[in-house]
């Protein structure tokens, strides 16, 4: 039963879907803890689970090599693994404390994970099978992702008792609770929504689209990304957007090397538009830094954003010297060097421009720090190339569309080899390009006047859910004795 449930859960993300599968899919693994016969055998659920659903969902990092998804896949299923031992315990509580139990010991899981180890890991969590799901975006911008993801456990946790006792229907109240208070607040989102402005997203890709071609690769990636602006018409656009990896190393960053800034600097003139562009900047033999550079329509470079979220083992090794043993870090011969914070570029017509890099997509702890420093428009720049024509980028591209709709704000997502695409608001797509290819994706984005209740709030579903996971687990820890918990379930 619960191997199911991680493959159900695994199945309900991009590229396959429809995201609501997540739903059964966590039924299926909370029922089978509702039925554990202790710690013991909720450790092995956990286990089953974890390794089944992360092994589903993240596969396409062994594009990297093996190296780089098992050892990822073991920490992640460490998590339920832990949680299926800990709630494995309380089996034979009534409906009511073991449902508060199951929902709660969920939230503290994924908030420990979502910053644990090495700054956490958000891929995988339930709220992002839904970005599918309009209703589920919507619910987003008032709970966020992580609220989302509660509300699902909720429900599956509510179905794991019905299995055995159908009179707990009731335990489900809260979800459409929840939906209610959202509806609320939906009520009153007549935001002036001034006019839009046209943003172009080079997609230039490089030279050989998911391989490494040494030793000129971001050079000609450069040079192709530079050559499919140069088609854009003068006047037509407000803002380029290259991707992350378009410029950079030795040889193509437009702070350390003129020729390129200049002529970058020429096409912003030329067009009478902002360029950002993303750059992988050496510093020295050892260190390096990952930035996101803009430059004004005049062609001068105004400012940068530095990513504050390296990938450990992929743009930088932890504890570098206990690792030095295994051939394939030698990859990673220089730690990148984290940003301090975030930076908002005032565009003008409204726009002001927050962004961040690649895996700090992933969490909406980094774009809710953009907003809250005054961006009104968001940009991801991304480089997925390694990831061949995997699920990854459709994924990310689920991702970021929770941050849409999350923030209540319009996201550029740029992607070297693709996917790109401009997403609304509303967490809907626009254009969206393809994998490997060399396009210009346009699209609209506009500065809104107020951001969304979440952008406010933030993770607090989560936070209220945790906790009363954590006050139900106090209160309720004295010895259990052994009972039916069905029979407890239809007093």
């Known amino acids: ?15 396959i879907g429809p995201g609501w599968l ?31 659903f992360f092994g589903g969902v993240i596969w396409w990092l062994s594009e990297l090599g093996l190296i780089a998804v098992i050892p990822l896949v073991i ?13 494995g315990r309380h089996s034979q509580r009534p409906a009511g404390p073991w449902f508060l139990l199951a929902v709660g010991g969920w939230a503290l899981m994924e908030l420990i994970r979502y910053r644990f180890p090495f700054n956490g890991f958000e891929w995988g969590a339930a709220g992002y099978a839904l970005s599918d799901q309009w209703w589920a975006r ?58 839009g402005q046209t943003v172009a997203v080079v997609q230039g890709s490089t030279p050989c689209p998911f391989e490494h071609c040494a030793p000129d690769e971001r050079l000609r990636t450069f040079q192709q990304h530079l050559a499919l602006t140069r088609t854009i018409e ?23 090397n003129p020729e390129v800034g200049e002529a970058i600097a020429a096409e912003a003139r030329r067009i009478g538009a902002w360029i950002l562009v993303g750059s992988d900047r050496p510093l020295n033999e050892t260190h390096w830094v990952n930035a996101n550079v803009l430059f004004d329509p005049e062609g001068e470079i105004v400012g940068e954003y530095q990513k ?27 730690d990148m060097i984290p940003g301090e914070g975030p930076v908002v570029f005032d565009l003008g017509e409204g726009i002001h421009l927050g962004s961040v890099i690649s895996f700090e997509g992933g969490f909406s702890r980094y774009i809710r720090e953009q907003v809250a ?85 933030g993770d607090a579903l989560m936070g209220f859910a945790a ?22 379930e239809e007093e």
């Open 1 to 15: 039963m619960v191997v199911a449930g991680g493959v159900v859960s695994a199945l309900a993300f991009p590229r």
């Open 22 to 52: 997540i739903l059964p899919g966590v039924a299926l693994f909370l029922t089978g803890l509702r039925m554990a016969a202790g710690r013991g055998q909720g450790l092995l659920f956990g286990g089953l689970y974890g390794v089944t």
């Open 75 to 87: 920490v992640q299923a460490a998590y339920p693994t832990a949680y299926g031992w800990w709630l």
């Open 138 to 195: 919507d619910l987003a911008s008032v709970y966020g992702t992580t609220g989302v993801t509660v509300m699902v456990v909720a429900a599956a946790a509510a179905i794991a008792v019905m299995a055995r006792a159908p009179r707990s229907w009731w335990l489900l109240a809260p979800v459409p609770v929840l939906v209610l208070v959202s509806a609320l607040t939906w009520l009153d989102s007549g935001d002036d929504l001034p006019a």
């Open 234 to 256: 003068p006047g037509s656009v407000f803002l380029v957007v290259w991707s992350e990896g378009s410029t950079g190393s030795s040889n193509a960053d437009p702070v350390q």
């Open 308 to 334: 504050q979220h390296p990938v450990p083992f992929g743009e930088y090794i932890p504890f570098r010297p206990l690792f030095d043993w295994i051939p394939d870090l030698d990859q990673v011969p220089r």
């Open 373 to 457: 420093a005054g961006a009104n428009v968001l940009a991801v720049l991304t480089n997925e190339g390694s990831y061949g024509t995997t699920p990854g980028s459709d994924q990310f591209i689920g991702m970021t569309r929770m941050r849409a709709a999350e923030m209540g704000l319009d996201v550029i997502h740029a992607a070297v080899t693709g996917k790109s695409t401009v997403i609304s608001a509303d967490g809907s797509l626009g254009e969206v390009s393809g994998l490997g290819t060399q396009e210009i994706v346009y699209g609209s984005v506009a500065g809104r006047t107020s951001a969304s209740l979440y952008a406010t709030v």
């Open 467 to 488: 906790l009363t996971g954590v006050i139900t687990w106090w209160r309720a820890r004295r010895p259990l004795v052994a009972s039916d918990p069905e029979t407890d």
